[in-house]
């Protein structure tokens, strides 16, 4: 890449930089070989890792020159580079050069993502092929062929797409199927995670509890036909990874009722044919895992905006589940930086999330790995997870696993002291804030964990 002719940033125009980092975004994005999101970064550019960068919402630009120094573009998930490499784009405030450095992913990949991107930002979007002679005529006669007459009263067509409120109130509607109780309701969920967590490790235990009637996450699942769409993997993986889960011999279940695909077309190009085709053939239709949403997302069309494309990327699954009532599950990524909001680190505009029906986020902190979703038709959820040989399991909900260490970490603290203990000791040796220590030593006596003694203090019985 070049130095400008002229550099931006003599203007003293926050506007104008921003423009120039969304200018970039959009152009990288249309072409649709990569994630790419407008980011601020925290440190000096020489030594910055994806620690140092914090996301921007939507469409929000700089305060002030300041915040424009620290923009950037963020691009990951490139085309045939490893999902962990990331290539920041930013523009040198001294001399208004755009600069490319590698922040993330194996240095082998770095040369193959900066082409790739050098080229999508110096060339024009691949333009939509224009329909044949061929193509147009059998639009026109499918359109003339599908084409309602005109009603002769245009009131009384009108009057057919309102619903009188006393009506609505006396229909009866059949109750919400709910595929992985607690979890997943019949229309479209997403499940978003970062590479290499599990993503597809719990798509595929969801997959096995439907076909078997098994267990998903300490719930029961009502056994059904399920349809693993793994478009990362290959039939040799598959088969490894369904030795890894089931039991061996004799006690391993009838699998007959899962199926697999290992490549389908994109959406806007046969995938709901291919999903009716598996529906028609089975008894009991109930789940759908697409794993993942990159793999047949159709390509960005030039009059879309970020957000019309990524919801019109979902809105035929979203329908297609709708109608037949089961659940489809999409499998996606999520963005390197944390958010307060957990679905707010779904990789893309909220495009996507609003056009699900629920979303999942498979996540790992110090406290550990966790899944949050949140839906139309299910409660708030958020789950402690243990992952132990391809199996991910409950552990309960994130509040009470958490308080559950910490009451651990009291008996433990006073077992080490050998001496009775009060609320300030205990909160100094364990970390754990005083208000909370207070809370939870009643708890611990009365479940006979810990003794309470003269003058407020407490001990760990002997026999304990």
């Not at 962990?84 to 450095?101: F, K, N, R, V």
């Not at 979902?314 to 996606?332: F, I």
């Not at 651990?408 to 006073?414: E, F, R, S, T």
């Not at 009775?420 to 006979?448: E, F, N, Q, W, Y």
Request: aromatic residues 4%; proline residues 6%; glycine residues 8%.
């Amino acid at each position: 890449m070049t130095t400008p002719a002229t550099n931006p940033f003599d203007a003293n125009d926050h506007n104008d930089i921003a423009a120039i980092y969304y200018g970039l975004h959009d152009r990288l994005d249309d072409h649709g070989h990569a994630v790419v999101n407008v980011v601020s970064v925290t440190k000096d550019w020489a030594s910055v890792t994806p620690a140092d960068i914090e996301s921007t919402p939507d469409d929000a630009g700089p305060a002030d020159m300041d915040e424009a120094r620290r923009m950037a573009v963020l691009v990951d998930h490139i085309d045939g580079c490893d999902p962990e490499t990331s290539i920041l784009l930013w523009l040198d405030a001294e001399t208004g050069a755009p600069m490319l450095a590698q922040i993330a992913g194996p240095d082998h990949d770095g040369g193959i993502a900066k082409r790739i991107i050098g080229r999508d930002i110096g060339a024009e979007p691949p333009a939509e092929p224009e329909p044949t002679d061929l193509q147009k005529s059998v639009a026109d006669l499918t359109a003339s062929l599908t084409r309602k007459p005109e009603p002769a009263n245009d009131n009384r067509q009108a009057a057919s797409t309102f619903l009188n409120a006393a009506d609505l109130l006396g229909m009866d509607f059949p109750p919400v199927k709910y595929t992985l109780p607690g979890y997943v309701a019949e229309g479209l969920t997403i499940l978003g995670g970062r590479p290499k967590l599990g993503k597809s490790w719990l798509a595929l235990g969801a997959c096995v509890a439907v076909a078997t009637g098994g267990d998903f996450l300490g719930k029961e699942v009502e056994q059904g036909d399920a349809f693993y769409l793994a478009l990362e993997d290959n039939a040799r993986r598959l088969q490894d990874r369904l030795r890894t889960v089931l039991p061996a011999g004799a006690s391993a279940p009838d699998m007959s009722r899962l199926s697999f695909l290992t490549e389908a077309p994109r959406i806007d190009a046969g995938l709901l044919s291919a999903l009716d085709e598996w529906r028609k053939r089975v008894d009991d239709p109930r789940l759908v895992v697409i794993d993942t949403l990159a793999m047949v997302r159709p390509a960005k069309k030039r009059t879309q905006d970020s957000y019309e494309a990524d919801y019109a990327a979902l809105s035929p699954l979203q329908k297609w589940a709708g109608e037949h009532r089961l659940a489809l599950v999409v499998v996606t990524h999520v963005r390197k930086m944390e958010a307060q909001d957990p679905l707010e680190m779904i990789s893309g505009t909220n495009g996507l999330t609003g056009a699900a029906d629920s979303i999942m986020v498979l996540n790992r902190d110090q406290d550990g790995s966790k899944l949050y979703g949140r839906g139309r038709d299910i409660e708030e959820v958020e789950k402690a997870l243990r992952f132990d040989k391809g199996v991910w399991t409950a552990l309960g909900d994130v509040a009470d696993v958490k308080r559950s260490d910490q009451r651990q970490k009291i008996i433990d603290a006073m077992r080490d002291a050998n001496l009775p203990m009060g609320p300030a000791d205990i909160a100094k040796a364990t970390g754990i804030k005083v208000d909370s220590v207070r809370h939870l030593l009643p708890k611990l006596v009365a479940a006979g964990e810990v003794e309470k003694l003269a003058y407020g203090t407490y001990r760990v019985p002997e026999a304990a």
